[in-house]
T-cell receptor
Framework: RKEVEQDPGPFNVPEGATVAFNCTYSNSASQSFFWYRQDCRKEPKLLMSVYSSGNEDGRFTAQLNRASQYISLLIRDSKLSDSATYLC????????FGAGTRLTVKP | ETGVTQSPTHLIKTRGQQVTLRCSSQSGHNTVSWYQQALGQGPQFIFQYYREEENGRGNFPPRFSGLQFPNYSSELNVNALELDDSALYLCARNPGRGGEETQYFGPGTRLLVL
């Protein structure tokens, strides 16, 4: 079993749609969780950290369920500029990445 | 933006050769990590250096080695290159041990092994 597993995608949605990504992790001792965004042929960039109480940053909402070892990312009112690959990440010093979920937002 | 630079940006090598990739940071960060990202995959942790010593290693063979220098720049060396080593190699700076922040990546070096 992979340490971090994500929906394989791809997700193709119209502008304005709401889209949700899911992720599960295998190490129950993990303490740090993040979502990164990666544009084509670019480096990953931090989108947001994920906290136990859930957190929101504008149109983006992240949730963590430690009991189920499950992380989610919700994007509301999708924009064309949201098109990218979204990487679920677990850990701090030796971060473990999921394979990523590709999102394409279409006009 | 992240203050992390990597060189070269692209590189082509042949199987069996050796390669050295470099990473530097505008400001001193005493922890640096290296990742390998194959096409269509997420980055895989190779190793981390803290104050010039290896401080954790992923599931990579010994032919992947590294160095960190007093000025906090870092090198990744790969010996006896294999075709499967073709990937994007990413260097990331950490705020340091115990920090709650995450890592910030350089633009990467794209390596092609023929």
């Amino acid at each position: 079993r992979k340490e971090v597993e994500q929906d394989p995608g791809p997700f193709n949605v119209p502008e304005g749609a709401t889209v949700a990504f899911n992720c599960t992790y295998s190490n129950s001792a993990s303490q740090s969780f993040f979502w990164y965004r990666q544009d084509c042929r670019k480096e990953p960039k931090l989108l947001m950290s994920v906290y136990s109480s859930g957190n929101e940053d504008g149109r983006f909402t992240a949730q963590l369920n430690r009991a189920s070892q499950y992380i989610s990312l919700l994007i509301r009112d999708s924009k064309l500029s949201d098109s990218a690959t979204y990487l679920c990440v677990v850990g701090h010093n030796d971060m473990r990445f999921g394979a990523g979920t590709r999102l394409t937002v279409k006009p | 933006e992240t203050g992390v630079t990597q060189s070269p940006t692209h590189l082509i090598k042949t199987r069996g050769q050796q390669v050295t990739l470099r990473c530097s940071s505008q400001s001193g960060h005493n922890t640096v990590s290296w990742y390998q990202q194959a096409l269509g995959q997420g980055p895989q942790f190779i190793f981390q250096y803290y104050r010039e010593e290896e401080n954790g290693r992923g599931n990579f063979p010994p032919r992947f080695s590294g160095l960190q220098f007093p000025n906090y720049s870092s090198e990744l060396n790969v010996n006896a290159l294999e075709l499967d080593d073709s990937a994007l190699y990413l260097c990331a700076r950490n705020p340091g041990r115990g920090g709650e922040e995450t890592q910030y990546f350089g633009p990467g070096t794209r390596l092609l092994v023929l």
